[in-house]
């Protein structure tokens, strides 16, 4: 199959020397993914991972992984696919695409000590952890938020930039995907109420910028967003020799290192080994006796989202979450639980 026009100008292909071909994954429930491969001058053959997806929805969700991919990227260069670019087919009306390094994936994971080469997960997760993230354009420090729109699963998140961690979190991610579930589910007010009440009571106690670290507050790092054990495995990049641990289909995020944890506790994480190995190089933020309950609720937004997206059980997830916190850190009448 041939290459269209626009991925060959972004590229700069010689289109007689380039096609298509089927390949696997997606991270997005109506994206398509191909490899290109073309032949260079000397005679070796180079390959791209393709993404292509119709629709205004296609269109948000690759401009947002172009942008997270590159983000993490830069910090931790063998962490993830470099991301080429991204824009809209020319033989294709309303499709979009998205082009990446070619992900070789070769198999599991690597625990503690067994990966061949390269840094293990848990290592590379705790470098792009602690690498502040860059001030962004017009602003003379770090913010809490991300320059483009970013998608988990198929839910657009809102990125808008906060300099208060609890702000962004109680405004983008909760009251955000609150919204969402409006649209999705209809009204419940149970569900709001709770909601509501840990923006305004559990929020500020427990991730509050004048609580967390004596009153430094945290320092705002890039995070994947959506780091499960489907976004990652072990494979080589280009220039890779042996195969290393690696992540992909990204939703970026300016964020508290503690909110990459959430989802993974959500749906089993990668092992004990792996968050022994992780917090020996990047510790629990202060105070430290509270870091379970952070991580919940830095879950429960992975369990609001998955009720906008897919309804269900996921709402008693997050209704279980929500009391508990309530119930701990909130001294006022809790007849409304």
């Keep these: 199959m041939k290459v269209d026009p626009a991925i060959v100008s972004l590229l ?12 696997g994954g997606g991270g997005m429930s ?15 053959t180079m390959q791209y991972f393709l993404k292509t997806g119709r629709g205004p929805e296609a269109e948000i969700m690759f401009t947002g992984e172009h942008a997270s991919l590159n983000a993490i990227h830069d910090a931790v260069p063998t962490l993830c696919p470099k991301s080429f670019g991204h824009g809209k087919l020319e033989d294709s009306k309303g499709m979009s695409f998205l082009v990446t390094d070619f992900l070789d994936l070769s198999g599991r994971m690597s625990s503690k000590g067994s990966s061949s080469s390269g840094m293990t997960l848990a290592q590379k997760l705790a470098k792009l952890h602690t690498t502040p993230a860059p001030s962004p ?22 990125n808008t ?16 995907i609150m919204r969402q579930s409006q649209k999705s589910n209809g009204a419940d007010k149970q569900l709001d109420n709770l909601i509501e009440q840990t923006c305004t009571k559990v929020v500020p106690r427990l991730i509050g910028d004048e609580h967390l670290n004596g009153g ?3 320092t705002p790092v890039v995070i994947h967003g959506d780091l499960w054990s ?3 495995s072990r494979g080589k990049l280009p220039g890779m020799t042996e ?3 690696l992540v992909y289909d990204s939703s970026a995020c300016y964020a508290h290192s503690e909110f990459e944890l959430g989802i993974m506790k959500m749906f089993g994480g990668f092992g004990g080994s792996f968050l022994k190995e992780y917090h020996q190089l990047v510790p629990k933020t202060e105070p430290a006796d509270e870091y379970e309950d952070r991580v919940a609720l830095y879950e429960l937004f992975h369990h609001l989202n998955h009720h906008a997206l ?10 279980s979450i929500m009391k508990k916190l309530i119930s701990k850190y909130s001294s006022d009448d809790k007849s409304e639980l």
């Design 216 to 218: 430094k507050g945290v």
């Design 310 to 319: 897919f309804g269900g059980g996921y709402r008693s997830g997050a209704v």
């Design 230 to 232: 489907g976004n990652a």
């Design 30 to 44: 109506s994206a398509s993914t191909s490899k290109i491969t073309t032949k260079q001058a000397d005679g070796s």
């Design 137 to 158: 354009d017009g602003y003379e420090k770090p913010q809490f938020g991300f320059p483009a729109t970013t998608c988990c699963g198929d839910t657009p998140q809102d």
């Design 12 to 23: 700069k292909l010689d289109p007689a020397n380039a096609s298509v071909s089927s390949a």
């Design 243 to 245: 195969p290393e641990d």
């Design 161 to 176: 930039y906060h300099s208060s961690w609890a702000d962004f979190y109680a405004e983008r991610r909760l009251r955000f």
